[in-house]
């Protein structure tokens, strides 16, 4: 079997230690690289430095124009709510036509015994982060797709537009979503404000599902490759139900710190409508029979 590995190239590794070097104010020079997992989207990598240890993602600059700086952006918001522990960002810049994201480096532990007690917690005081508008000051990704924050002053209209429209415009160009389907999300929009209670736009990570959290070296609670806004805090809950589910403790403790209205079991389908149509507009198949289910039951 012939195995492809993607190295840094030299022009990489060059701008990355110019930033570090200014950054750190010394001069940084990279002595190893290697791959680490990191998912479908980007290639991942540990170096090391004389300075020490970081972590590094790229990607193509061309085709995914402002991602890293976007998600520089939203790690730097979710670190600076001081709730949960989140990479800190070193440097993120351009190298012909690579893109590139440099964090801190963290080495995976084993979750302490209170682990999902203390994430609930962390999660429900971030999400205690509050703004006057439902969105962002600029767009970012969810995964490799642009997504728009274009700010709302009400949740219903953002989650439409900005979220399940969005998508369905994507779709419907792709061929891969029928005229019934969209007919039935019309249908859905004339009852969300019936469905969804009223809340404060909250700080949210966007793509909280399994793949992005991780113990980190003391064991702590710790968010990765987030897809940052300001919204309404079910979708975080609801995404992270959507592949398998956190531990039942995390959701207890979750509810005891900052309690869910009533009947947010059923609000997190129409929550993951959302994150559903990404993944129709990126593999299509049973993802999109998820969403007609789903349709079904509330239309």
């Given amino acids: 079997m012939l195995i492809c590995v993607i190295m840094l190239s030299q022009e990489v590794i060059s701008a990355i230690e110019k930033l570090l070097s200014d950054e750190l104010g010394e001069c940084v020079v990279i002595s190893n690289t290697s791959t680490v997992g990191g998912g479908c989207i980007n290639d ?9 240890v970081f972590f590094v993602k790229t990607n193509s600059a061309n085709r995914y124009p402002g991602m890293f700086e976007a998600e520089a952006k939203g790690l730097q918001l979710l670190k600076k709510s001081e709730t949960i522990y989140i990479p800190k960002v ?11 994201l440099v964090l801190e480096y963290i080495d995976s532990g084993r979750k302490q015994p209170a682990f999902w007690e203390d994430f609930g917690r962390s999660l429900a005081q971030m999400h ?35 979220r399940l429209e969005a998508q369905l415009k994507r779709a419907m160009e792709s061929g891969k979503i029928n005229k019934s389907t969209i007919q039935q999300f019309n249908r859905l929009y004339t009852k969300l404000k019936a ?13 909280l599902w399994s793949g992005n959290y991780m113990a980190g070296s003391n064991g702590e609670p710790c968010i990765i490759d987030p897809a940052v806004y ?7 809950i609801g995404m992270s139900q959507l592949f398998g589910g956190f531990s039942s403790k995390f959701y207890d403790a979750y509810n005891t710190e900052y309690p869910l209205e009533n009947g947010w079991q059923q609000r997190i389908e129409i929550c993951n409508l959302y994150p559903l149509l990404v993944h129709v507009n990126l593999f299509g198949g049973s993802y999109l029979m998820q969403v007609q289910s789903i349709l079904r039951r509330f239309v």
Avoid: K, V
């Fill in 44 to 52: 991942c990598y540990r170096i090391q430095t004389n300075c020490g």
């Fill in 90 to 100: 070193i440097a993120f810049g351009e190298a012909t036509d690579d893109s590139f």
């Fill in 128 to 162: 205690r982060n509050s703004t006057d508008y439902f969105g962002l000051d600029h767009d970012n990704y969810i995964g490799s797709l642009p997504q728009s924050n274009h700010q709302h002053n009400d949740w219903i209209s953002f989650f439409i537009e900005e």
């Fill in 195 to 207: 469905i969804f209670p009223e809340e404060a736009p909250a700080l949210l990570h966007g793509d």
């Fill in 230 to 236: 300001y919204g309404h805090r079910e979708m975080d």
